[in-house]
């Protein structure tokens, strides 16, 4: 099955400053890669999704980009706030009707003030 | 529009008894799928519903089970609780399957095994 890797655990950033979370997934067949912000007490929120076909994403302050060749994608937020600090996770699934997200294991991310 | 509502928000159950959550998915939404979340293991797939049918399911134990009903509304089982079963329990929800549609998560049933 699917196995995502994501780096680093935690993270701490000045306000301002741009922070970087890397993932890999294992499985070539996967072609949506989701990232979620998760807030403490709160579900997973979805902040921005990348498909297969593309490898760049960009949403205000926020980007991920996809190599599919070595099978990584990142998550890229520039000029950080303090409201940024949260958990991040990245997500993988594979297309067909059977479909299941396989998380990396989240990073902490602290913007100092 | 209302996002995936999940009832309810906190329970504690004793070992031994059973739980049911709840969840109503986007409008419109017709796929329901389920996460459990836990410090040690993280997110991990329960298992997923479209058009009333559990269409895929991730490796737990029988005592976990769910179903969907014809307004896409989905309810999840816990039999014969154990400790081990403490944990955050998220639904999400889908337009439909297929890996080109968004999955958004609800706020999530949080609970406690004593």
């Known amino acids: 099955g699917e196995n995502v890797e994501q780096h680093p655990s935690t993270l701490s950033v000045q306000e301002g400053d741009s922070a970087v979370i890397k993932c890999t997934y294992s499985d070539s067949a996967s072609n949506y890669f989701p990232w979620y912000k998760q807030e403490l007490g709160k579900g997973p929120q979805l902040i921005i999704d990348?498909?297969?076909?593309?490898g760049e994403k960009k949403d205000q302050r926020i980007a991920v980009t996809l190599n599919k060749t070595a099978k990584h994608f990142s998550l890229h937020i520039t000029e950080t706030q303090p409201e940024d600090s949260a958990v991040y996770f990245c997500?993988?699934?594979?297309?067909?009707?059977?479909?299941?997200?396989?998380f990396g294991s989240g990073t902490q991310l602290t913007v100092l003030p | 529009k209302a996002g995936v509502t999940q009832t309810p928000r906190y329970l504690i159950k004793t070992r031994g008894q059973q739980v049911t959550l709840s969840c109503s998915p986007i409008?419109?939404?017709?796929?329901v799928s389920w996460y459990q979340q836990t410090p040690g293991q993280g997110l991990q797939f329960l298992f997923e519903y479209f058009s009333e049918t559990q269409r895929n399911k991730g490796n737990f134990p029988g005592r976990f089970s769910g179903r969907q009903f014809s307004n896409s509304r989905s309810e999840m089982n816990v039999s014969t609780l154990e400790l081990g079963d403490s944990a955050l329990y998220l639904c999400a929800s889908s337009p439909g399957m297929g890996s080109g549609n968004t999955i958004y998560f609800g706020e999530g049933s949080w609970l406690t095994v004593v």
């Open positions: 409008s419109g939404h017709r796929s």
């Open positions: 997500a993988a699934t594979s297309s067909g009707s059977a479909r299941q997200l396989t």
């Open positions: 990348i498909r297969s076909n593309v």
